[in-house]
């Protein structure tokens, strides 16, 4: 029996070697194209390729990186070759099927196969370092009565999911501009919301409000408006808001643009930079009160005035203005920026400005619809005491909790502070110390404060005396 299927596939292989030799090309085409018609009515599954170069300039495309970044998880339950590659940092290890792998899906209940595979090209025989020309793939194999489920629903998903796995094994960037262009490093900043001095339900908020948005692009869509939302943080210095957005970008997994207003020459720069800013970001103008003079261009003309004198009293200041007007950045053109037209290229992003003196900025600049969210980020409490107190020693009580707790009610001091005076200076300085230190601290400043009352009353004794 062998002997015999022997001689029929050597057979086969005489007829296809002559047609091969002696037929011509195009009768041989004709024949290929009507045995694939012909084999199409019998072979019942349907069969998409995603190449992973696609176009003039053969760029690689997102469809076949998307593709590689879902089948990750099957690949490593299924296939038996795989390749690994390390991503974040070189802390993450990602697997994906090598060529010439297959492995299966599910979805909604119907069975289907991914495959890959690779065309090799012609090498270049004259070169000193031969290059093979390699063009991968990842086939879909399907049955033909479920085309309507997967070219539509399916690949939608797996697009969706596989830019979803990509952002998540991604490595965080942290932008900042020179002119018109973006430069990056690794973002490392290790802050999270659980690391945030604040009080606990006021994080929980925030955070709620932050995981809302990431998940809500379908709702955007409905109402007709841009995938983005503005964060204004306003308090102290040293109340943690460079800190907060550190934590943001950790929590939806976001890379920061620090954009920085002085550097940009004018309105069309800005709607440049806003154009290659890439989605799942936050978009970071931190200072926004001393950025620009954008609050000028609305004030009236004797404030002006009294400006100008100040200025010629105080040539540093005049100095820093100057230096200011250089940009041509106005009032106008940052408004565009945050909801206008350009502002929905792009999708799911945020908008974060951060500024010391909130009573400063101009009100059309962070209304509602601007400026979702106004965060205020106050002096430390006894809750964001406990915070650091576990984040720099490790500690959820102490016995000089209860004393710290009174002069925290009493004393304005940012966490910045109390995290100076909890941060160990010498390997021999313990607990006991620290908080002492803190507790010394809180009392210089309560009896300074009550100074302030006491001279503050006193003037206003010797006044109200003297207008009778």
């Not at 029996?1 to 030799?21: D, E, K, P, R």
């Not at 989605?279 to 003309?301: A, F, H, N, Y």
Request: with cysteine.
């Amino acid at each position: 029996m062998i002997s015999h299927l022997g001689s029929i596939f050597a057979t086969l292989m005489f007829v296809w070697a002559v047609f091969q030799q002696y037929f011509p090309y195009q009768f041989r085409g004709y024949i290929e194209k009507y045995s694939q018609r012909l084999l199409s009515f019998v072979y019942p599954y349907i069969q998409i390729t995603f190449n992973e170069f696609t176009g003039e300039r053969l760029m690689r495309s997102e469809a076949y990186s998307a593709i590689e970044s879902y089948l990750s998880s099957t690949s490593s339950s299924q296939a038996k070759r795989l390749k690994a590659d390390i991503v974040k940092n070189n802390r993450s290890l990602v697997l994906s099927m090598d060529d010439h792998e297959e492995v299966a899906d599910e979805f909604q209940g119907v069975k289907l196969w991914w495959a890959s595979g690779k065309h090799v090209g012609k090498t270049q025989s004259f070169a000193f370092y031969p290059v093979t020309d390699e063009k991968r793939f990842y086939k879909l194999t399907f049955h033909k009565k479920y085309r309507d489920l997967i070219i539509e629903p399916y690949l939608k998903h797996v697009l969706k999911e596989g830019k979803a796995i990509k952002v998540r094994n991604r490595q965080r960037k942290l932008y900042t501009n020179n002119g018109p262009n973006w430069s990056h490093v690794v973002f490392e900043h290790p802050a999270t919301f659980q690391t945030l001095a604040m009080e606990q339900d006021k994080k929980e908020e925030i955070m709620e409000d932050l995981v809302t948005f990431s998940q809500a692009e379908e709702f955007y869509s409905r109402i007709g408006r841009a995938w983005k939302r503005g964060y204004l943080l306003y308090g102290p210095p040293g109340t943690g808001k460079s800190t907060m957005i550190a934590a943001m970008a950790h929590l939806l997994g976001y890379d920061i643009y620090d954009l920085e207003l002085t550097a940009v020459k004018d309105n069309t720069e800005l709607r440049k930079l806003l154009i290659e800013t890439s989605s799942k970001s936050i978009i970071v103008i931190e200072d926004i009160d001393c950025s620009l003079d954008l609050t000028g261009q609305r004030r009236p003309k004797k404030e002006k005035k009294d400006e100008a004198e100040e200025m010629k009293q105080h040539p540093m200041h005049k100095a820093s203005k100057e230096e200011a007007k250089s940009s041509q950045v106005t009032l106008s053109g940052l408004l565009n920026f945050i909801d206008g037209l350009w502002s929905a290229c792009g999708g799911e992003r945020l908008i974060v400005f951060t500024t010391n003196f909130v009573e400063k900025l101009d009100p059309a600049l962070i209304r509602k619809g601007r400026m979702d969210k106004h965060i205020e980020l106050s002096y430390c409490g006894f809750e964001a005491f406990k915070v650091l107190a576990k984040n720099y020693q490790k500690l959820d009580s102490h016995k000089l909790f209860g004393k710290i707790q009174v002069l925290l009610r009493e004393v304005r001091i940012t966490p910045a502070d109390v995290a100076e005076h909890l941060m160990p200076k010498t390997a021999s300085r313990d607990l006991q110390t620290c908080f002492e230190s803190l507790i010394q601290a809180l009392e210089s400043a309560k009896q300074a404060q009550d100074s302030n009352k006491e001279d503050t009353a006193l003037i206003q004794g010797l006044s109200e005396k003297s207008v009778q």
